[in-house]
């Protein structure tokens, strides 16, 4: 019985303030454009924001989408390369991936808007992507190479046996033994691509290339700098609800690939 009052205290706790902005959003406020009655009206003004909210939730799910993609295909070939072969620097190697997550990524900002203008993707959503693969990749790494190694060596020898080959193994036996590690990668890359600010802050200038969190707060002070509260909270309703239904749908897959890494360490 404590226990299942110490988890709902801790739910209530953490769920408190999406609960309230979702009340917020919806209940009358002065200054606002829902003024009387309990409505839509601070949606209504979300969604006729500057471009409109169609456009800033494109440019979102377009680096979410990127980031996720770009950063599962390199962090399994790297993962499987960390866990399953040996070569000169193997650790090294593996230890400096690592040693990314003791930078803060906004230092990096700087030069990374540099190194981008010479390519010709500065103020550009694909650049956004690439920079948040980035940053996603050390952990990713790390992830899934725990979780390569956690699958038994009797089942790529097996397929090995049977004519596969080294991709062959990846594809067909590894990929689906390690498919709750892909699955808790991918979350993690889609939150942080997604919910970011400060990274489009730097690198996109262009109000119609702005991502979802950027657009919320510009229109927080849209006018002399007057705080449109309702506006707001509609904004980070709209920003969580994607995070909150991914997260349901994919709790299961989500903890057992967190459960599988641990067992292994």
């Not at 049977?162 to 808790?184: E, H, M, N, Q, S």
């Not at 262009?206 to 006018?223: F, G, H, I, N």
């Amino acid at each position: 019985m404590p226990r299942y009052v110490l988890t709902g205290a801790l739910a209530l706790l953490f769920l408190a303030p999406l609960l309230w902005a979702g009340v917020a959003s919806v209940s009358p406020q002065g200054g606002t454009a829902q003024v009387d009655g309990w409505g839509f009206g601070n949606y209504q003004t979300l969604a006729s924001y500057q471009a409109g909210i169609l456009s800033f939730l494109w440019n979102s799910t377009y680096v979410s989408v990127l980031t996720v993609l770009f950063t599962l295909v390199v962090s399994t070939l790297g993962g499987y390369a960390f866990a399953w072969f040996t070569f000169p620097g193997k650790n090294a190697l593996f230890l400096t991936v690592l040693a990314i997550l003791m930078v803060p990524y906004a230092t990096l900002l700087l030069p990374l808007y540099v190194l981008l203008n010479q390519l010709g993707l500065q103020n550009s959503l694909f650049g956004v992507a690439l920079v948040m693969t980035m940053f996603q990749l050390p952990f990713a790494t790390f992830m899934m190479r725990i979780s390569f190694e956690a699958v038994p060596r009797e089942l790529v020898e097996s397929a090995m046996v049977d004519g596969c080959t080294t991709f062959g193994a990846l594809r067909r036996v590894l990929l689906p033994a390690v498919k709750p590690g892909l699955i808790t990668v991918g979350m993690f890359a889609f939150l942080a691509a997604w919910n970011d600010f400060i990274t489009p802050l730097v690198l996109i200038s262009d109000t119609d290339k702005q991502p979802l969190p950027l657009a919320v707060a510009s229109l927080r002070s849209q006018v002399m700098g007057v705080v449109d509260y309702g506006a707001t909270e509609a904004g980070v309703v709209v920003l969580a609800l994607p995070c909150v239904l991914i997260f349901l749908l994919l709790q299961r897959h989500y903890v057992a690939g967190f459960l599988s890494g641990a067992l292994k360490g």
